[in-house]
Antibody, heavy 123, light 110 residues
């Protein structure tokens, strides 16, 4: 059974870089059938798509991040990662690792989610 | 960035039918399919409806989705206490090139 598990520091200082890892088990991130990505949810607020990566290495990002985000994959470890630079308090959120069968098309539903990891930006 | 509009709250009594709406525009709901997610308190969201009206395996047929023009709706019939959750709509936006989410509707079962 596919499982996604996020990990990373729970506290990051303002202006520093947030780094998270998602370990995937029960399936391969190298599959041509899926996109893998990140979605975040500030406390008490709605969901925001951060970006996604395809097995070819192609990446897609939410322009609202203003180029601060980078999603990468390590196929040898079956992991994907998120780096978000120059963080502020506005980046405080629960960060979820997700899978979808497409992006921007009929198959773009996020059908698998990790449990999420809370990241607080504070000095 | 919630270009998809949802009322923040809704409520119903056990057994009742409730409808949650999601309003968008021609660049998102008007031209792309809508997905719905259920988020139980303290948990990660779960896919509830995809491609406007399709249910993933395991989702009860009490849940149904529809889309008309630039709006979409999620209907829950035979409301149960375990349906108390926040429901999020989502759709790709062709102008912004992002996967957009609504602000979420918190459903209370009275």
């Amino acid at each position: 059974q596919l499982q996604l598990q996020e990990s990373g520091p729970g506290l990051v200082k303002p202006s520093e870089t947030l780094s998270l890892t998602c370990s995937v088990s029960g399936g391969s991130i190298s599959s041509s059938s899926y996109y893998w990505g990140w979605i975040r949810q500030p406390p008490g607020k709605g969901l925001e798509w951060i970006g996604s990566i395809y097995y070819t290495g192609s990446t897609y990002y939410n322009p609202s991040l203003q180029s601060r985000g980078t999603i990468s994959e390590d196929t040898s470890k079956n992991q994907l990662s998120l780096r978000l630079t120059s963080v502020t308090a506005a980046d405080t959120a629960n960060y979820y690792c997700v899978r979808s069968a497409g992006l921007g098309d009929l198959a773009d539903a996020f059908d698998m989610w990790g449990q999420g990891t809370m990241v607080t930006v504070s000095s | 960035q919630s270009v998809l509009t949802q009322l923040p709250s809704a409520s119903g009594t056990p057994g009742q039918r409730v409808t949650i709406s999601c309003s968008g525009s021609s660049s998102n709901i008007g031209s792309n399919t809508v997905n719905w997610y259920q988020q139980l308190p303290g948990t990660a969201p779960k896919l509830l409806i995809y491609k406007n009206d399709q249910r993933p395996s395991g989702v009860p047929d009490r849940f149904s989705g529809s889309r008309s023009g630039t709006s979409a709706s999620l209907a829950i019939s035979g409301l149960q206490s375990e349906d108390e959750a926040t429901y999020h709509c989502a759709a790709w936006d062709d102008t912004l090139n992002v996967d957009l989410f609504g602000g979420g509707t918190m459903l209370t079962v009275l």
